[in-house]
């Protein structure tokens, strides 16, 4: 899958089309079948990417370290798009 890349004023601008982080957050959620299992793969690999913080703070709290991460998922994205190797080339890095 290929995402454009995400910037940290993304999280502090409002727009009528969706932003790629955005689109990356749905690509999480949908390779992992959705659900519980979509939004613990999520979590899993926010983590993994490096996004520290849990899943109530907000993206827009730390843009920078949020557009890292994001970034981070855009390049395991664009080679792969099977869970368990997206989460095994994040924590290679």
Do not use: C
């Not at 080679?79 to 190797?85: D, G, S």
């Amino acid at each position: 899958m290929q995402f454009d890349p995400v910037e940290a004023a993304h999280f502090s601008m409002l727009s009528r089309n969706p932003f790629p982080h955005m689109l990356i957050d749905q690509a999480l959620l949908q390779i992992a079948g959705g659900d519980v299992q979509g939004s613990q793969f999520r979590k899993d690999a926010l983590a993994a990417a490096g996004w520290r913080h849990s899943s109530l703070v907000p993206f827009g709290k730390y843009p920078d370290e949020a557009a890292s991460a994001f970034n981070r998922l855009r390049e395991a994205l664009a080679v792969t798009e099977e869970p368990a190797a997206i989460l095994a080339k994040l924590k290679q890095a």
